[in-house]
């Protein structure tokens, strides 16, 4: 089955404690990226990647690090998390067949930093 | 660059009635529009998406949209809701293939028996 997975689906987290959030896609989909979505302002782009090695900042990235060593990962990192970072975050991919704007995603992945 | 608005943080509809959601968008060139829908504590499934081809554009589960260029707008229909329809609605717009999306900032859909 085509899909985008994230893990953990849930995270409670204290400031400054590193974390993860991994992300895998087995679609061969050049294209990823991450959201995150807040009450009232929809979803903003922190990162993305058209390919293996390369990625570029999005709409909000700061306090985040991602990296894409394999095409079908692409992980969301958070050096030093911090409360206003507390949000729903999404995976997402696609490939030029579909001009790069049809995105599948991920079932999302709720964090929680105290 | 490109935004979206969308009118109405919530709209509520009774099972059977129409269904419409405004988006409005803003681009410099001309857009690629997309409709998403989210259902609780799922990702974000592709709707519909206007790629320059025809204005009024077919979806899944019923839902249609139509692109007016002299409104800037895509709004979402349905003829008859579904007590199934209700979720959280995001309108998204791309300056050309291969650029980024700009996401609205969502409509709540409640359906009511």
């Known amino acids: 089955e085509a899909q985008v997975t994230q893990n953990p689906r849930y995270l409670i987290t204290v400031t400054g404690k590193k974390l993860t959030v991994t992300c895998s896609q087995n679609?061969?989909?050049?294209?990823m990226s991450w959201y995150r979505q807040d009450p009232g302002l929809g979803l903003r782009q922190i990162y993305y990647?058209?390919?293996?090695?390369?990625?570029d900042k999005g709409d909000v990235p700061e306090g985040y690090k991602v990296s894409r060593k394999e095409k079908r990962n692409f992980p969301l990192i958070l050096e030093s998390p911090s409360p206003n970072q507390t949000s729903l975050y999404f995976c997402?991919?696609?490939?030029?067949?579909?001009?790069?704007?049809?995105?599948?995603f991920g079932p999302g992945t709720r964090l929680t930093v105290l | 660059a490109q935004s979206v608005t969308q009118l109405g943080s919530h709209v509520s509809v009774s099972e059977g009635a129409l269904v419409l959601l405004r988006c409005n968008y803003s681009?410099?060139?001309?857009?690629?529009l997309f409709w998403y829908v989210q259902y609780p504590n799922q990702g974000l499934q592709l709707l519909l998406k206007?790629?320059?081809?025809?204005?009024l554009v077919k979806g899944i589960n019923g839902f249609e949209a139509e692109f007016k260029k002299s409104e800037t707008s895509f709004h979402l229909t349905k003829p008859s809701a579904h007590m199934s329809d209700a979720a959280e609605y995001f309108c998204?717009?791309?300056?050309?293939?291969?650029?980024?999306?700009?996401f609205g900032e969502g409509t709540q859909l409640t359906v009511n028996p």
């Open positions: 997402a991919s696609s490939s030029p067949g579909s001009g790069y704007n049809e995105q599948f």
């Open positions: 998204a717009v791309s300056a050309t293939s291969g650029s980024r999306l700009t």
């Open positions: 206007y790629t320059s081809a025809a204005t």
């Open positions: 681009s410099s060139v001309p857009p690629y």
């Open positions: 679609m061969n989909h050049e294209y």
């Open positions: 990647s058209m390919n293996v090695e390369v990625t």
